[in-house]
């Protein structure tokens, strides 16, 4: 009898023994149950056109709500003629990280030029012609990417410093260093959160106001610069001492030989931990929630107190959800695929 | 000139001159923020010092376990938000690493079909924000459960409906101390046995039924002790007066909807630790285990469980740390837990912002420094078994 390949397999890793072949078929079965009512919720029997709650007849889910509310979704209360300078932001984001993979060398001039150019363009004012968008009209999907950005262009570099600052030979500057990467790392990011929009007010000179968005980022960015040091670290620990003895008999000073031979090094071992971190910081933005800042989640969890839209609870949640998990998920399978491909190019 | 920067140029000089900049300059930040803060203080009228911790609190807690009254003070209420954020921890801690251990085991199973729906419900929940569950569960399911008139009940002594789940309470809850005290006996007796166990495998090379003993001991004598506890009380039972159950115990969705979300959150990076401990264990030992003739029991028991834990332990402890941290996601639903009543009530009724951050912070950062020395602790115990 002649054994056709896939079935064979099919065989081994399905219905080897019959305890094997009894956990298949109730795994099949919960799955058929589970799988087949949600795909009538989500496609079939879900309800694509109209204009308003009375337009969704049939039993499935009301996908005309998220159509309506897309807008607030993506941008939140920013005004909807100025929304194209939202999607100008975005489209020179999107540039400028394929511009920098293509040349690395424009890495430091972009981060030095166009950080204040996004907030500029987002805000309006300071000389421009454009019209003054407060930071309380923000909201959406756009203020989580802000969130996530901006603070992590404040904890990476930070990050990295309090790395080095803990392996660093001077007792004080590594005592230091302890000191606020443990302090950070040990507290929840909501009372952070909390600390951040209670005490920079006060901490702050007199007429000196802190923007509550500033507040958050700051507040975000300091817990996650902790983590994001511990993961740096990381690599710093698996590079071998050789490296820096090679360097100093060359005669580099410090910050050369931790610029051109040691971080470089480091932060290619880094870069799936700190990946992580910022996935982490990603999921974190969502508690600014909590401070009445209005991101993609908060939108969501205001539009079911809209009473045109009563019931909406699942729609909502449905859709804000697949937005994180999809964002999430493509992150850390682009940190595992270049993993792999680091391996493959280490001859590991 | 030259001559007097010469010193700048020794490596030792340089590290002093280094450390005192940096030090001036710290000292110089934090000189400036605390001038700004009691200036600030001043000028808004905000008392400072510790007394306010001796003043009735005067806010109601809806769920509390420990008698607390809005009379009490507010180092009582404190204290009600530590019981509850403990209270909402462990019963997820528990959850969380009996699902997280199944996952991680069935995701190695040798079926595909199972260690793929293990994969996909470890890359579900790892994905999507905790903030997004608690929401979730409270808003989406637990907001969907029938009204009190149509509760689900299980067996009459229990009801599960939109404003919570009661239970049936024990009036007198003397037999249950009792039984409480008798179950901490017999685990310290079974530890006793265990160890004479060993030592005497050790010395004659006899087995002894230690783990038949030890589910006698701590499960089944424990059981009847709370049976007969139970059969010797009255109960409260909750009954349906008006809109809602009165009696027995309530717990509140809050508390529902964040357990849940913990429990199944942390599940998810549990299994991926399990996962990575268990793959840790070289797959020559399992071979010589099966070479030396030991059943399929004994080498999870004997051989990949001991190898598999010290891997396992330090991550998971910081999982569950994360946890504890993490039910401060209940401030989001306003269950009330140390965040919600303290950060949250407390400052706003007193104003006291610097000193009630500062006695949240160092609430969890105690914690977190304690668990913390227990890793350190375990893995240096740890290196010295090791050869």
């Not at chain 2, 401060?328 to 407390?346: K, L, N, Q, R």
Request: charged share 15%; glycine share 8%; hydrophobic share 55%.
């Amino acid at each position: 009898m002649t054994k056709v390949p896939w079935v064979e397999t099919l065989r081994q890793r399905l219905f080897a023994t019959w305890w094997d072949t009894a956990i298949t078929l109730v795994c099949l079965y919960i799955v058929w149950r589970i799988s087949v009512p949600l795909f009538h919720w989500l496609l079939l029997d879900a309800n694509w056109s109209g204009t308003s709650r009375e337009d969704c007849k049939s039993p499935g889910a009301c996908w005309v709500f998220v159509r309506m509310r897309f807008g607030q979704f993506m941008y939140g209360q920013y005004p909807v003629p100025e929304r194209w300078r939202v999607d100008l932001v975005g489209i020179l984001l999107v540039m400028s990280v394929a511009a920098l993979s293509w040349r690395r060398s424009l890495v430091i001039p972009a981060l030095i030029v166009l950080p204040p150019l996004g907030v500029w363009l987002l805000h309006g004012g300071w000389g421009t012609g454009l019209r003054v968008v407060e930071t309380r009209e923000w909201g959406g999907l756009m203020l989580t990417l802000f969130l996530a950005i901006y603070a992590g262009l404040i904890a990476i570099p930070l990050g990295i410093l309090l790395a080095l600052g803990r392996r660093s030979r001077l007792p004080l500057i590594r005592f230091a260093s302890v000191v606020f990467i443990e302090f950070w790392r040990g507290v929840p990011i909501i009372t952070v959160i909390f600390l951040a929009s209670l005490l920079l007010p006060l901490i702050m000179p007199t007429g000196f106001d802190v923007d509550r968005l500033a507040r958050a980022v700051i507040g975000l960015a300091f817990v996650i610069a902790a983590y994001m040091a511990e993961a740096v670290r990381g690599g710093l620990q698996a590079l071998p001492e050789g490296q820096t003895e090679a360097a100093q008999a060359l005669g580099l000073g410090y910050w050369r030989i931790q610029r051109l031979i040691v971080l470089p090094q480091a932060l290619r071992i880094a870069l799936p931990a700190m990946t992580n971190e910022f996935i982490a910081l990603f999921k974190n933005t969502t508690l600014v929630l909590i401070v009445s800042i209005f991101d993609l989640l908060g939108i969501a969890q205001a539009a079911l107190a809209d009473p045109a839209w009563v019931g909406m609870n699942m729609e909502a949640y449905v859709f804000a959800g697949a937005i994180y998990w999809f964002a999430c998920f493509g992150l850390s399978q682009w940190s595992r695929l270049r993993e792999k491909r680091l391996q493959v190019a280490h001859g590991r | 000139m030259r001559g007097a920067l010469r010193f700048l140029r020794d490596g030792k000089v340089r590290d002093v001159l280094w450390q005192v900049a940096a030090t001036i300059g710290m000292i110089a930040v934090v000189a400036f923020f605390v001038r700004n803060a009691s200036e600030n203080m001043v000028k808004a009228g905000i008392a400072s010092g510790f007394s306010f911790l001796w003043r009735d609190s005067g806010i109601e807690v809806p769920f509390n376990i420990t008698g607390y009254k809005p009379s009490d003070s507010i180092l009582g209420l404190l204290w009600t938000g530590i019981v509850n954020t403990l209270l909402v921890s462990i019963a997820a801690i528990v959850v969380a690493t009996a699902i997280g251990f199944s996952v991680g085991l069935l995701r190695l199973s040798r079926n595909w079909l199972l260690s793929t729906l293990a994969g996909f419900y470890i890359e579900f929940v790892r994905n999507i924000p905790l903030l997004f569950f608690v929401l979730f569960w409270y808003f989406g399911v637990l907001a969907a459960l029938p009204t009190p008139r149509d509760s689900m009940s299980f067996l009459d002594v229990a009801f599960l409906n939109r404003r919570g789940l009661s239970v049936a309470m024990p009036n007198d809850v003397t037999g249950f101390r009792i039984a409480l005290l008798a179950t901490l006996i017999l685990i310290a007796i079974q530890i006793v046995l265990a160890r004479w166990a060993k030592a005497r495998q050790a010395r004659t090379g006899q087995a002894f039924p230690t783990w038949t003993a030890g589910f006698v001991i701590c499960g089944l004598l424990p059981l009847l002790a709370f049976v007969a506890a139970g059969m010797t009380t009255s109960w409260d039972l909750p009954v349906l007066r008006g809109f809602n159950y009165r009696g027995g115990f309530v717990l509140v969705p809050e508390f529902v909807a964040l357990f849940a979300a913990l429990s199944t959150y942390t599940a998810g990076f549990i299994a991926e630790v399990v996962r990575g401990g268990i793959l840790s264990v070289r797959r020559g030992q399992i071979d010589a285990a099966r070479a030396l003739g030991l059943s399929p029991g004994r080498i999870i028991r004997l051989v990949m469980i001991p190898q598999a834990m010290p891997v396992i332990i330090p991550p998971i402890t910081s999982q569950y740390l994360n946890l504890v941290k993490n039910s401060s996601f209940g401030a989001a639903i306003a269950y009330p837990e140390v965040v919600a009543v303290f950060m949250g009530s407390a400052l706003v009724s007193t104003g006291q912002a610097i000193e009630i951050i500062a006695i949240t912070l160092a609430i969890y950062l105690v914690l977190s420094l304690a668990v913390s020395a227990f890793m350190n602790w375990y893995n240096s115990r740890h290196r010295l078994v090791t050869r």
